[in-house]
């Protein structure tokens, strides 16, 4: 899988996916990465993506948690010079 990166951006599985909401959470630790992400993914409509940029090094696995527990999917995950950025697909009820 190729993937290309404009600004919030990417291609998953070939088809360009563009973030609907971004979420900055950078300097913050548990909970609250999770606590913003889980309001603001109750604002979007269903198959909407929301992007979360985190600097909490446990945030990974959070994340992962997080959509097991919700029912969204975790699109991508990524982690540069010390910030995470995860896309969330909101495919829950």
Do not use: W
Not at 45 to 57: M, N, Y
């Amino acid at each position: 899988m190729q993937k290309f990166e404009y600004n919030n951006i990417i291609s998953l599985e070939g088809r360009p996916t563009v973030a609907d909401l971004t979420i900055d959470a950078k300097g913050t630790n548990c909970p609250i990465p999770i606590l913003k992400a889980k309001k603001a993914i109750t604002t979007l409509p269903k198959g909407a993506v929301l992007e979360i940029l985190a600097t909490d090094p446990g945030a990974l696995p959070d994340f992962q948690a997080f959509c097991r527990s919700t029912g969204n999917t975790l699109l991508e995950h990524e982690e540069t010079a010390g910030t995470y950025r995860f896309l969330i697909k909101h495919t829950s009820a």
